[in-house]
């Protein structure tokens, strides 16, 4: 076995790019094909591929892409969004992993991205290099005759309709940017995003059918100004329809609009369960049905990761729930958000400088991290120890500051595999 020390980690040249893309397949169990190259290829425009070689042999893959996160208040800023992490089961345990984060946070730092993101498929490995997790999902199950939503009472198509996928294409960015704007936790949607999540260009060795599309109109601007995207089994049993329906994406700018959306999708003849995934856990959409408990919770999860690599601009970019200000003591042991700043916030923004004050709250960044969308509370963390009160009424200040009215998130369409019936 060949000594980890002279195992290369760098960037990925185009040479590279079919062993790179065989080495993540096996990683994430998706068989290889030709397509996957391709998908890999054209969607790498604004990315940074990292990969592991032993000797000419891949054994790791690593990429993060310029992303923009929507922090409270509404700015976007600029993040290293991480995806297609990879070690070859035959080379694991060894470090690369560890490797491979520390280059890549090191080059999001000098390129001055301020938070990195990912989703982690396994909750116990990021925390160790100052992750927290920042945003939360739902994922629900509707039943829809307890939804108690008669198909002929609500069937109210007036604002909504079935779209073919060119019409949803045009349409649908549109209306993810006007609600990406307005919602803390969301992540811009590229041009080769909505091509792969519509179906119009298969990611990896995924062979799903196209799925279906309504589109929700305004009704007095006749702008668009929801989306729906879902797939549907015909599923019978004994002369009885069971059809499970899955939403691959729910996204709407107004309540009214989302509402409606639902609705059409547990009307629909023949299906029994809804499935509705990827959703914050303070959605108000069970709260549409005639009886929201029958919309069961089948898991409840971190999502979203974050890391703060930049503290001062990273806090001075969100908008804080009263104007107070906070001395933080932060702990990074890879350095980069270490130091004791000057939180002063205020509902319509906030500046955060590198101070010699008595710090309030002695702060690690995987704590600060799941704080800064304002989906958790200091006084809670502080239990588990990587948050310490210096001040009496600190952490109650930090809660009032940070905490927002309504939980962040991020938004999700379903792409790849995490989408099986039943099976979160
Ligand atoms: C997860 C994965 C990338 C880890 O790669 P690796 O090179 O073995 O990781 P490292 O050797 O650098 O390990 C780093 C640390 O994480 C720990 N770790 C690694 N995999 C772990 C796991 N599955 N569960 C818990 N801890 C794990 C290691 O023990 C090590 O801890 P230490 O720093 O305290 O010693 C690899 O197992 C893999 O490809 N898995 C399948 C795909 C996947 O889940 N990718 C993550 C997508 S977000």
Redesign the pocket.
């Given at each position: 076995m060949t000594d980890t020390a002279v195992i290369d980690i760098r960037p990925v040249t185009e040479d590279d790019l079919p062993a790179w893309t065989r080495t993540w397949g096996n990683?994430?169990l998706r068989p290889y094909t030709e397509s996957s190259v391709e998908t890999v290829r054209s969607t790498t425009a604004r990315d940074r591929l990292i990969g592991a070689f032993d000797m000419d042999r891949c054994v790791?893959t690593y990429r993060s892409s310029a992303q923009e996160l929507t922090v409270p208040g509404g700015a976007f800023l600029p993040a290293s969004a991480i995806?297609k992490?990879?070690?070859?089961?035959t080379?694991?345990?060894?470090?690369?992993?560890?490797?491979m984060v520390a280059m890549d946070l090191r080059g999001a730092f000098e390129r001055g991205e301020p938070v990195a993101v990912?989703?982690?498929?396994?909750y116990?490995?990021?925390g160790?290099y100052g992750f927290g997790p920042a945003t939360a999902m739902a994922w629900f199950e509707i039943d829809v005759h307890r939804a108690r939503m008669d198909p002929l009472r609500t069937a109210d198509t007036s604002s909504v309709l079935l779209v073919d996928a060119r019409e949803y294409l045009k349409a649908a960015p549109g209306v993810y940017e006007r609600v990406r704007a307005g919602q803390p936790g969301a992540l811009r949607r590229d041009e080769p995003w909505w091509q792969e999540a519509t179906g119009h260009r298969t990611g990896s060795a995924d062979r799903r059918s196209e799925p279906f599309f309504a589109l929700h109109f305004d009704p007095a601007s006749g702008e668009a100004d929801g989306l729906l995207c879902f797939n549907a089994e015909e599923t019978w049993g004994a002369m009885l329809p069971q059809s499970p329906l899955w939403i691959r994406d729910l996204i709407a700018v107004s309540p009214r609009a989302e509402a409606a959306l639902l609705r059409y999708a547990v009307t629909v003849d023949w299906v029994t369960t809804v499935h509705l995934p990827y959703r914050s856990p303070d959605t108000l959409l069970p709260l549409w049905l005639g009886d929201p408990r029958a919309a069961r919770v089948s898991a409840l999860s971190d999502y979203m990761w974050l890391r703060i690599l930049d503290t001062p601009r990273a806090l001075s970019a969100r908008t804080y729930g009263i104007e107070a200000t906070l001395v933080l003591e932060v702990a990074d042991t890879a350095g980069y958000a270490t130091g004791t700043w000057l939180l002063e916030g205020a509902r319509d923004g906030a500046s955060c400088t590198r101070t010699t004050r008595t710090p309030d709250l002695r702060i690690d960044v995987r704590d600060l991290s799941t704080l800064y969308l304002g989906d958790d509370s200091a006084t809670r963390l502080s239990v588990l120890g990587g948050t310490e009160e210096l001040r009496p009424g600190a952490l109650a200040r930090a809660d009032a500051m940070f905490r927002t009215g309504r939980r962040p998130w991020s938004p999700r369409a379903v792409l790849g595999a995490h989408y099986q019936a039943g099976a979160p």
């Open positions: 990683g994430y790791g995806s992490v990879s070690v070859a089961g080379h694991r345990r060894r470090g690369l992993l560890s490797k990912l989703d982690a498929a396994q116990p490995l990021y160790r």
